[in-house]
């Protein structure tokens, strides 16, 4: 069970792993961090010029981080556009991942979101600080093991 | 962050207490409601109570002493500190990180080195010396256990929110009453009960519906 763009970077020798397809049948690539520039610019050469969406996760309790990419390929005359999801995990402790910003400009925003939720640092990022949260927020809430500080908050009135 | 750079070198910090509601109540009809309850053979076991807690539990420290400045003018923050000033703002507890005399009312945002704390503003409960001076009691022993950490909106809202709960907890203990004669009168922190038990009803109106 292989597709299209696995077997293309196999043939190039690019080293990533498969995870399948999910339910649109959009072909789902796992790659490292440390490569994913470098192959994030090839994917970019190849093709891919529209990162549809970027979105981050956390995984499991005490595992890994995920940042999730939704590339397109955009052209003229085409109405079933060439699609890949690649997924980039990152240990928990200094979860570092090469920014994209620079190839697909449309990263920005998203990858300030992961950020700020999940504290997944982007090398290379332009401005990578906090979006949704306060800046001087501690901590990081989309995080499975994160305690929400005992705010203060009106729930009683009526 | 500025402010934050700011805060290292900031070891002691002072503190004024200031409530303009006390003034305010001359003019109005007083008529507590109590979040506790009303009998008056339960308020003298729960008299009896507290008196037992007074004695078991530390007497808060005492208050220190405030320097009370002459001529504070109104001054707005530097540009160096982003123009802005931190605060913490929720309904009774305004925490802000400047000057603020309690006369005049003028609001010196450049001394960082002080917090300012604005108990219940919107006037919803009734407070006398004794119960704002536990919350000011309160309030700087949070700043002294707080000592240390930078001076962030973060960290006034964890003091803020903390001597919000302890008021929530004052008004479930019955130390304040909700001011029946405020502005707006949502009862913020939870209705206004009366001890009520439906074992005490009489058993025929039960039994005949």
Known sequence: ?158 | MAAAAAASSYIMFSMVGWKNGIQNTKHTLRFPISAQINEAAEQLKAGDQEEDQEQAKPKPSPLRPVEVQQNVKSKNMGREYGGQWLSSVTRHVRIYAAYIDPITCEFDQTQMDKLTLLLDPSNEFLWNPETCNKVYAYFQELVDHYEGAPLTEYTLRLIGSDIEHYIRKMLYDGEIKYNMNARVLNFSMGKPRIMFNANDLPQDDLQSK
Not at chain 1, 65 to 94: M, W
Request: glycine share 6%; hydrophobic share 40%.
């Open chain 1, 1 to 158: 069970m292989q597709g299209n763009l696995s077997s293309w970077l196999v043939k190039h020798g690019l080293v990533h792993r498969s995870l399948g397809f999910d339910y649109q049948g959009i072909e789902t690539l796992q790659i490292k961090p440390e490569e994913w520039h470098s192959i994030a610019v090839i994917l970019y050469v190849y093709g891919y010029n529209y990162l549809r969406s970027q979105c981050a996760y956390d995984v499991a309790p005490g595992g890994l981080l995920a940042s999730v990419y939704h590339l397109t390929r955009i052209e003229y005359g085409i109405d079933q556009p060439e699609e890949v999801c690649i997924k980039v995990f990152a240990a928990r402790i200094n979860p570092r991942i090469p920014s994209v910003f620079w190839v697909w400009k449309s990263a920005d925003f998203p990858e300030r979101e992961s950020y700020d939720m999940l504290g997944i640092y982007y090398d290379n990022h332009p401005r990578l600080k906090r979006i949704l949260m306060p800046e001087s927020w501690v901590g990081w809430p989309l995080r499975k093991d994160y305690i929400a500080p005992n705010f203060y908050e009106i729930q009683d009135a009526h």
